[in-house]
């Protein structure tokens, strides 16, 4: 019967979950496969996944520029504004115009990480005939299938089975000491809900508490166990409370050896007006156990974080101001905790191991409703973190005169990004792809992964966007015109300064456009010298020499 | 094959015991020995009499290190629910109420309103025992239900279809497999549109004045003006059925109209024999175990769900049938890989509730309120059940406590290595009497005074007829002799002689001083109430 695997193989696929630094930290695994990959070169890639749970409302995450005026008209009482002090933060007015986006004005933390470079947007993720229904679609998302298929197992099992096979008899072992995925989060998973960061049982400051929790507890188990539906209730205990004993003290150990970068700060708090529950940043802590184990050397290969709060059919947002309120809240956290987690990553040297990636089971109506919130939807853009992303848009705006039905068209199946993020990200063969149950998407990847920028230094994505161009004429006898370019509108400041470094000169001070801008100054009066200009517009930070003779 | 056939004769130990831990929240071992004589028919009828509703929770009293507030109101709401179950009896009610809760259920921070969840729990209360079909329509405009999944916020013109979309994929008909975009087989997107347009325009009522004539409860209020008065065409899932209202007051429907088709959506849904199979499904979950084969929906579920319909959707007459049954007992084949018993991971409730009342745990008398309500429920018992992963009354999703509904794992859901530990932590803090962080609970148990009286261990100077009793009154299946053993002679007896544990426990009789045995018998308690065993039933 189907079913029965379907129980057996989901069993496997969290084996156990662990208190750290008051997080529980849930054990991902798979059953038994061949032992092919252990072969085969390996990376030590990771990959940190955040689930947004609820359903993201991806067109105010992502503000399609080009549709505005459509935007808009599908959702009054929730549009992002395009003006004023909380318009939309232009993401990178370099895009193609089918791709000018914007990000929500609370998301300042990513639109800094894609000038970086660290940053890639998928528009339109989804699957065949999304449903609607949270349940199945999560289902659909965690298990790796299609709308109509029920598989027993989830897609981050099976390629964890295929890299570290038998498990979890074999393991830990000397090539594998940790488990093989964690799962952090306030309510962990399909398994372990809970809202919000209740479980407090073991506090913040002493993570050791979990280990001696486990060593205090328990006695022998029963040997023998009958074939029956007790019997198997009664294994699957035993394998948790083993899989605790197993890997309990060395997560204290990796904990204990690891550390975040004390130049780092993780956000607490939202800092507007939200809603009393939505202010507490979810995600953060999660994120900062994650580098920490990481700094401590855990092997483990994929990681599970979750935010939850997503299922905006009501008050999303400020019915007086639409940019602010619950879901602004949520992407301020998700923005402002996953800069945090790079900034530590790269201050930790650990920047090129790790990959990150959002995903929500599905987005959200375009239309709004009443109450100031969003029914379900269907397709939703996902962002992809790290060193080593291909920065960019993929994929156009929705067209949002041709809905499909009233939801918003498929451009990328989910399995297209998974299957880049695995194979092109973590160094996955073929074999281990199809064996995940992606082989069908081997031949649609996405340009998502650029594994030469750590090889070559890649800072052309940067350059292209933010340039600071030499003044001309230079050397200058009466005027000059100084030139830079920048991917979105700025607060602008270029000032001169003299060889002592005192200013003798502001020339711009003030809001600058998006794209090429210049300015002619009269600089006759400047006593001829030697001097430096200098320009700060969001990431441009340049200086440059001039001399007035 | 499985067979809903009744058992007949007086249950047993085995049955009585496996009856009263699946209907209950668990049996003292006097009442395993008094069922035990009964026969199903008996003891079921027993199980399902009718009960009185309880007095409300009280109104906590003014303390100066704690502000009043619906906050803390809410609290004492959470502890008197679980004392209701706690002091429930031989009596199946309570345990049907938190069915029900599992089923229509709501989360305590998104509702945020003590008095909208004590009244929904008194009309889960009120219908444990009746029919599901009119439950199903009273919580549609009940005050917590309009909150939780805004329905209050549902109107003409701009529906919320929130409440209307799981109103169909989890409380009534549920999901059939998905055979395109908006087709769930049993229903439709536009259906749960239409279905959305039937129920708006209900608002909450937070002066709760609005009483259901038939409960007495109170329930939303109909706003005329934002009800939408068309046609809801359905799909052919339903038959292509319309629904529109019967009379109209201008262009409007009046609220009785728009009562009316409230009860004939609900109706046209309860009319699916799919519904009755999905109710059927959800029943057989919570009370048999989770995993339905094809043979267990072919033989227990289909026609447990004919006599659902035909009985107009009365839950009595399908637990009647349910519990009575050669399947419930594991009597209706010789193969054993089916059994059922033992085979449900407790929940925190039924762990923390089932030791309780087994062990008959005296709680601080409930008229001492801060120190019943704060003590021993907030900071005590479900705080506890919380460590364990059930935040009571505030599960993480709409669809309710996890156990309950995620597949595949179902109740396996309660198990992680953290909510293991704390479970097994649960039988040390109960015998010290302390919280996690070393706080007085207010109550402990003292397991010699306990073994002490005859009434729940027969002689307690005799070793291996105790730990004989424990074991068939704490676990659910018969365990090995090796395993009998180690409880015995490594635990009780530290691998001394049984006549080393008369002497002690007589000097204990003698002298009244309890230090030796009391080690010796709380170091087998901890192993039974800790081990893999104990969490099943």
Request: glycine share 8%; with cysteine; charged share 20%.
């Amino acid at each position: 019967m189907e079913r029965r695997s379907f129980i057996k193989k989901g069993a496997l696929w969290s084996a156990g979950t662990f208190m750290l630094n008051n997080i529980p930290v849930n054990l991902l695994a798979g059953s038994q496969q061949l032992q092919w990959l252990a072969a085969t070169a390996d990376t030590d890639r990771v990959l940190v996944l955040i689930q947004l749970h609820g359903g993201n409302d991806g067109l105010n995450t992502v503000i399609p520029i080009s549709q505005y005026a459509q935007y808009y008209n599908m959702r009054p009482n929730l549009a992002i504004p395009d003006n004023g002090l909380r318009k939309y933060i232009t993401l990178d007015s370099t895009l193609p115009g089918a791709n000018q986006v914007g990000l929500h004005p609370d998301m300042a933390g990513l639109k800094a990480l894609y000038d970086q470079g660290k940053m890639s947007i998928v528009q339109g993720v989804s699957y065949e005939n999304s449903g609607q229904s949270h349940f199945r679609s999560r289902d659909i998302w965690y298990m790796g299938g299609n709308y109509n298929q029920y598989l027993g197992s989830g897609w981050m099992g099976r390629y964890l089975d295929t890299m570290y096979p038998d498990f979890p008899d074999a393991y830990p072992n000397s090539q594998m000491p940790d488990p093989p995925g964690l799962e952090i989060g306030n309510g962990v998973s399909l398994a372990f809900h809970r809202d919000h960061g209740i479980p407090t049982s073991i506090s913040i400051d002493n993570p050791n508490q979990f280990y001696d929790l486990i060593k205090s507890v328990g006695g022998d188990p029963p040997a023998e166990i009958a074939d029956t539906h007790y019997g198997k209730e009664l294994e699957y205990i035993i394998g948790m409370e083993k899989n605790s004993d197993k890997y309990a003290e060395r997560l204290k150990q990796v904990f204990d050896r690891g550390s975040n970068s004390p130049g780092v700060t993780y956000p607490e708090k939202y800092p507007f007006n939200a809603p009393v529950g939505s202010l507490r940043n979810p995600l953060s802590s999660q994120l900062k156990l994650v580098a920490r184990l990481l700094s401590g050397g855990i092997k483990t290969k994929i990681f599970l974080a979750k935010i939850g709060g997503f299922d905006t059919h009501a008050q999303q947002v400020e019915s007086t101001n639409p940019s602010m309120g619950k879901h602004a809240a949520l992407l301020y956290h998700i923005s402002s905790a996953v800069k945090a987690f790079q900034d530590d990553l790269q201050a930790l040297g650990l920047e090129d191991r790790v990959i990150t990636a959002t995903f929500s089971e599905f987005g959200r109506r375009p239309q709004s409703n009443a109450s100031f919130g969003t029914d379900h939807g269907t397709a939703a853009p996902m962002f992809i973190f790290g060193k080593n992303v291909q920065p960019g848009v993929v994929g156009a705006n929705p067209d949002l005169s041709t809905l499909l039905g009233s939801n918003l068209p498929e451009q990328h199946d989910y399995r297209q990004v998974f299957t880049s993020l695995l194979q092109d990200g973590l160094g996955a063969s073929n074999e281990a792809m199809t064996k995940t149950n992606f082989g069908d998407y081997l031949d649609k990847k996405l340009p998502l992964i650029n594994n030469n920028k750590i090889i070559t230094g890649d800072l052309s994505f940067t350059d292209q966007r933010f340039r600071l161009h030499n003044c001309y004429p230079n050397p200058v006898k009466g005027s000059t015109t100084f030139s830079f370019f920048i991917n979105a509108p700025a607060h602008t400041t270029l000032r001169i300064y003299d060889t002592g470094g005192r200013m003798v000169h502001e020339v711009i001070n003030g809001q600058r456009d998006a794209g090429a801008n210049e300015v002619v100054t009269d600089l006759s009066l400047l006593a001829p010298g030697s001097y430096v200009y200098r320009i700060e517009a969001g990431l441009l930070k340049a200086t440059k020499t001039l001399m007035k003779q | 094959m499985a067979s809903l056939d009744p058992v007949s004769g007086a249950l047993g130990q085995k049955a009585a015991a496996h009856l009263l831990r699946r209907t209950t929240f668990g049996p003292r071992k006097q009442d395993i020995d008094q069922f035990a004589t009964l026969t199903a028919d008996q003891a079921i009828g027993q199980l399902l009499q009718a009960q009185p509703q309880p007095q409300p929770p009280p109104v906590p009293p003014p303390n100066a290190d704690r502000e009043v507030d619906d906050g803390l109101m809410q609290e004492y709401f959470r502890g008197w629910a679980v004392d209701q179950m706690r002091i429930s009896g031989l009596s199946a009610l309570e345990k049907l109420t938190f069915f029900l809760h599992t089923h229509f259920t709501t989360i305590r921070q998104v509702v945020d309103k003590s008095k909208a969840l004590y009244y929904q729990n008194v009309l889960l209360r009120s219908y444990a025992l009746g029919n599901l079909k009119t439950l199903a329509q009273k919580i549609s405009i009940d005050n917590a239900m309009l909150i939780l999944l805004d329905g209050r916020l549902n109107e003409a013109g701009a529906p919320n279809e929130n409440y209307a979309r799981e109103f169909l994929e989890l409380y009534t008909i549920g999901k059939g497999p998905q055979t395109s975009a908006d087709n769930f087989t049993n229903y439709t997107e536009s259906d749960i549109r239409e279905a959305a347009r039937v129920l708006s325009g209900y608002e909450y009522d937070e002066t709760y004045a609005n009483l259901d004539p038939e409960t007495g409860l109170p329930i939303g209020i109909l706003n005329v003006g934002r009800h939408d008065s068309g046609t809801k065409q359905f799909s052919s899932a339903f038959g292509n059925r319309n629904i529109a209202p019967n009379a109209l007051q201008g262009k409007q429907a009046t609220p009785a109209a728009a009562l009316d088709e409230l009860n004939q959506l609900v109706t046209m849904i309860f009319d699916q024999p799919e519904t009755a199979r999905h109710l059927c499904r959800k029943i057989y979950r919570f009370f048999v175990f989770y995993d339905i084969t094809a043979e267990i929906e072919q033989d227990i579920i289909v026609p447990l769900s004919e006599v659902l319909q035909n009985n107009n959707y009365e839950i009595r007459a399908v637990l009647e049938m349910l519990w009575k049954s050669k399947h419930f007992y594991d009597l209706d084949n010789g193969v054993k890989t089916d059994d059922n018993r033992g085979g449900i991971i407790k929940s925190p409730l039924d762990l923390v509730l089932g030791t309780l009342r087994f062990f008959q745990v005296p709680l601080p008398a409930s008229s001492n309120l801060i120190a019943f309500y704060e003590s021993t429920y907030k900071d005590g018992l479900l705080a506890m059940m919380e460590d364990q992963g059930m935040l009571f009354y505030d599960p993480y999703d709409v669809a309710g406590y996890d156990a309950y509904h995620q597949a595949p794992a179902y109740n396996r859901n309660w198990i992680s290595a953290n909510f293991l530990a704390r479970r097994y932590q649960f039988a040390t803090l109960l015998m010290q009497g302390k919280n996690k962080n070393g706080g007085e609970l207010g109550f402990q148990l003292d397991i010699v005074l306990y073994v002490k009286n005859p009434q729940n261990i027969t002689d307690a100077s005799n070793p291996q007829l105790m730990v004989q009793e424990f074991i068939d009154n704490l676990l659910p299946e018969i365990i090995s002799q090796e395993r009998f053993d180690y409880f015995l002679n490594d635990l009780l007896l530290d691998n001394l002689s049984v006549i080393n544990w008369q002497l002690e426990w007589n000097n204990y009789l003698n002298n009244g001083d309890d230090t030796a045995v009391r080690g010796q018998l709380e170091k087998l308690m901890k192993a039974i109430l800790q081990s893999p065993e104990y969490q099943l039933f």
